[in-house]
């Protein structure tokens, strides 16, 4: 397992964008990250995924286009860039990790981010 913490959520009006961070306490090389989501009330979505290593990402139809997943080495941090803000994408979103496996495969991530608020308004 590695340890987590997601930063950089907040209130943004629909149309807008954001960023959200995960710091990573140890290696993430050989590691898939991932982001979920979770509105009130309903269950836990994935997002993104990412290998570390090779830099392939796979996304949700939801947020195809709009959604970025990347990474930066030297601050081994995962980011999530958010455009084209919609008031369905208002969630706690979590960093999530693997130890290797195929970012097309959603389930498995047993390392967990605290969470990070993310409110669209309309």
């Known amino acids: 397992q590695v340890q987590l913490v997601e930063s950089g959520g907040g209130l943004v009006q629909a149309g807008g964008s954001l960023r959200l961070s995960c710091a990573a306490s140890?290696?993430?090389?050989?590691?898939?990250m991932g982001w979920f989501r979770q509105a009130p009330g309903k269950e836990r979505e994935f997002v993104a995924a990412?290998?570390?290593?090779?830099?392939?990402?796979y996304y949700a139809a939801s947020v195809k286009g709009r959604f970025t997943i990347s990474r930066d080495d030297a601050k081994n941090t995962a980011y999530l860039q958010m455009n084209s803000l919609k008031s369905e994408d208002t969630a706690v979103y979590y960093c999530?990790?693997?130890?290797?496996?195929?970012?097309?495969?959603?389930?498995?991530?047993?390392?967990w981010g605290q969470g990070t608020q993310v409110t669209v308004s309309s």
């Open positions: 990412m290998s570390w290593s090779r830099g392939s990402t």
């Open positions: 999530a990790a693997k130890r290797g496996g195929s970012v097309t495969s959603t389930v498995d991530f047993d390392s």
């Open positions: 140890g290696r993430t090389f050989s590691f898939v």
